[in-house]
């Protein structure tokens, strides 16, 4: 009975490389949301999808990010260009997204350094 | 003003007290609440969900939500040292038009006290 699986756990990227961070939901659950974490601070939302469709990115930086959620695999959440202050750990959570009612789980997070 | 706060602490409580943390949201249209807890250099764990008006008792966790007053807080009865982590308020609206984005505050950091 896994649960929310992401992947890389951590991942090292130099500047102007591109990143990709995958997360895989629960069995069953349809809907992804990916937050962003900076040390001592909160958690901020990015984007939520759905099996392919973005419901709501008004979180995501209008340049270099990017996400999705294909019919089959994991979603993935894509930085372009990354710079220094990209270094975060970036959190995905899932659910079944029933209307609002249904409670989200975490992943493990991945943790981004860009050197 | 913030979608969702949280005094964000730090909060000492003796061990074996009552720790009280409390959450206000500013979307009327809000209706599903979500408790989670932190340990530091970990993910969110989901600890106590609440919809309705009242009480919700889970073990030593109560939770507790007022809408009129736009109000939710978590109860931790005989706190322990292994509770001591952030606690974050979630809060998600209603999914109509596809509005679910989960917000969180900025969480409340606890430290309970041997």
Not at chain 1, 25 to 40: A, F, I, T
Not at chain 1, 57 to 84: C, H, N, T, W
Not at chain 2, 57 to 81: C, H, M, W
């Amino acid at each position: 009975n896994a649960g929310v699986m992401q992947n890389p756990r951590h991942l090292v990227r130099r500047r102007g490389q591109e990143a990709r961070l995958r997360c895989s939901p629960m069995k069953g659950h349809s809907h992804v949301y990916w937050y962003r974490q900076l040390p001592e601070e909160g958690l901020k939302f990015m984007v939520y999808l759905q099996k392919e469709n973005i419901i709501d990115e008004s979180g995501m930086p209008k340049e270099r990010f990017s996400a999705e959620f294909p019919k089959e695999g994991p979603s993935i959440l894509r930085i372009q260009q990354v710079v220094r202050g990209d270094s975060a750990a970036y959190f995905c959570a899932s659910s079944r997204g029933d209307r609002g009612f249904s409670e989200a789980f975490f992943g493990q997070g991945t943790r981004l350094t860009v050197v | 003003q913030k979608e969702v706060e949280q005094n964000s602490g730090p909060l000492s409580v003796p061990e074996g007290a009552i720790a009280s943390l409390n959450c206000t949201y500013s979307d009327r249209v809000s209706q599903s609440f979500f408790w989670y807890r932190q340990y530091s250099g970990k993910s969110p764990e989901l600890i106590m969900s609440i919809y309705s008006n009242g009480d919700k008792e889970d073990g030593r966790f109560t939770a507790q939500l007022n809408k009129a007053s736009q109000y939710v807080s978590l109860l931790i009865r005989d706190s322990q040292p292994s509770d001591s982590a952030t606690y974050l308020c979630a809060v998600k609206a209603a999914g109509y038009f596809g509005n679910e984005k989960l917000t969180f505050g900025t969480g409340t950091r606890l430290t309970i006290i041997p």
